[in-house]
């Protein structure tokens, strides 16, 4: 049976304090479940980022979409981790990933790494958090992002949460520019990571990272700054890839349900400039039969447990 629907905002820039409180309440009030933050050198800084947020909510959970591994020291990332969920009451999902950005390793003096270094970075991070967590009687759900075939298996071996961005980085690219995946590739990345979690006893949630939402009856219009930068693509293939959604509520609905149903991704993130676009989105997909299909009180809905 597919999981219930849940949603992530992914808030970006740092603000004064009351801007980025009422920021999060917004989040809350249009019925994101968890209020997320990056972990980028340019945005905000992500563990006080979140405490505030918990401070400003009462329900969303809050946590890291996703934390860069090669930025952490797993001892001192473990006292981060430790503190902020006590000070956010619990609400903290951890996200790690490998980091695909050379150029912010760069500016902060940090090696980069080989793509096998970096992974077996993230893998060390990932046992010792276990470790030192463990030893602190701290459970945190955990995210692991990523797509490559030993970033998928050690998601399937350690993580509650597996993100999927559908997107892949440009060969090259030092800045972290990324290309969207077609629905192919992204249900062979999907159908390989089953594969390595073929032993589970508890299946993972599946997350999937949203690139572009436009609720509006004129794709084409709404897609053409796109296309005039990407030539290579036609309108038809933009439409089509999972991590663009462009059309009426009723098709973007429809997309979103056939990708829980076919791939599983009931755990959607939003970037912040989506938002609002995305609420009337949120609002549909709560009349999902397995909330109880009344589009009721956003409060009665119970949280995910882990």
Not at 270 to 288: G, I, Q, S, T, W
Request: net charge negative; with cysteine.
């Amino acid at each position: 049976m597919p999981r219930p629907f849940r949603f992530g905002a992914s808030l970006l820039t740092s603000a004064p304090a009351d801007e980025w409180r009422a920021r999060c309440r917004r989040a809350e009030e249009l019925g994101y479940d968890v209020i997320l933050v990056p972990d980028h050198l340019e945005m905000v800084a992500p563990f006080p980022a979140l405490v505030a947020a918990a401070e400003a909510t009462e329900r969303p959970r809050v946590g890291t979409f996703v934390l860069n591994a090669g930025f952490w020291n797993p001892t001192l990332l473990a006292r981060e981790v430790a503190t902020t969920n006590d000070l956010t009451g619990g609400r903290l999902e951890l996200g790690l990933g490998t980091g695909y950005i050379q150029a912010e390793h760069d500016t902060a003096g940090l090696p980069f790494g080989s793509p096998r270094e970096r992974v077996d970075h993230l893998r060390y991070t990932v046992e010792e958090l276990g470790r030192l967590l463990d030893a602190a009687e701290c459970r945190v759900p955990l995210l692991l992002g990523g797509n490559g075939d030993r970033v998928l298996r050690l998601t399937a071996q350690h993580a509650d949460i597996a993100a999927f961005a559908g997107a892949s980085l440009e060969p090259g690219s030092t800045t972290g520019k990324l290309a969207p995946v077609d629905a192919a590739e992204l249900g062979e990345r999907v159908a390989r990571y089953r594969e390595f979690a073929t032993d589970r006893t508890e299946p993972a949630e599946l997350n999937l990272l949203i690139q572009l939402v436009a609720i509006t009856d004129d794709p084409a219009s709404a897609l053409r700054p796109l296309l005039e930068r990407r030539p290579d693509l036609a309108l038809e293939q933009v439409l089509d890839l999972p991590v663009m959604l462009v059309g009426t509520l009723e098709h973007i609905t429809a997309k979103l349900r056939t990708l829980r149903d076919r791939h599983g991704f009931s755990y959607l993130t939003v970037l912040e400039p989506y938002l609002e676009e995305f609420a009337p989105v949120v609002a549909e997909l709560r009349r999902d039969p397995l909330l109880g299909g009344d589009g009721g009180e956003i409060s009665d809905i119970r949280p995910v447990e882990y």
